[in-house]
């Protein structure tokens, strides 16, 4: 799985490290919240949360990057969100991160050991957009 990341007016970034596969699992899984299943990044996503009060709205907005028809067109259209509000949860999840040991294990257990350097190296690529949208992909 890779994570695209385009910025209003600029175009698609370079990929992120590890093709940024740590974190887009985080963020699938962070959209499984609630539902009644269980897994290593679903806790992840549970204490990034519950106990560091991370938002998680802008993580876990994101679409398919090739669209195979209208409606994922649209919906990826609708995916685009302000740079300074990812910026904030993305800082948030890695000063969660480096503070909270359960974090680490967690990210570990769910094959996302990475997440904190994709999750620092997308914070410093989209730092450049200011106050512009960026969107958030997945390619399988």
């Known amino acids: ?5 385009d910025v209003e ?14 974190l ?4 699938s ?5 609630g539902f009644g299943a269980t897994h ?30 209208g409606e994922d067109r649209e919906k990826l259209e609708l995916s685009w ?3 300074p509000d990812l910026r904030q949860s993305l800082s948030a999840l890695i000063a969660a991160y480096d503070a909270d040991p359960t974090l680490q294990l967690f990210a ?15 914070l410093d690529a989209i730092t450049p957009a200011g106050d512009r949208r960026v969107r958030l992909g997945y390619q399988l």
């Open 40 to 69: 290593p990044l679903i806790a992840f996503a549970d204490v990034l949360h519950d106990k560091h009060h991370v938002r998680l709205g802008p993580l876990t907005t994101f679409y398919e990057s090739e669209p195979e028809d």
């Open 81 to 83: 969100q302000p740079a």
């Open 1 to 5: 799985m890779r994570l695209t990341v």
């Open 24 to 27: 887009v699992a985080v963020m």
């Open 108 to 122: 570990r257990r769910g094959a996302a050991g990475s997440v904190r350097c994709e999750a620092a190296a997308l």
């Open 9 to 22: 007016g600029e175009g698609p970034l370079p990929p992120l490290p590890g093709d940024g596969a740590a």
């Open 29 to 33: 899984f962070a959209v499984s919240r």
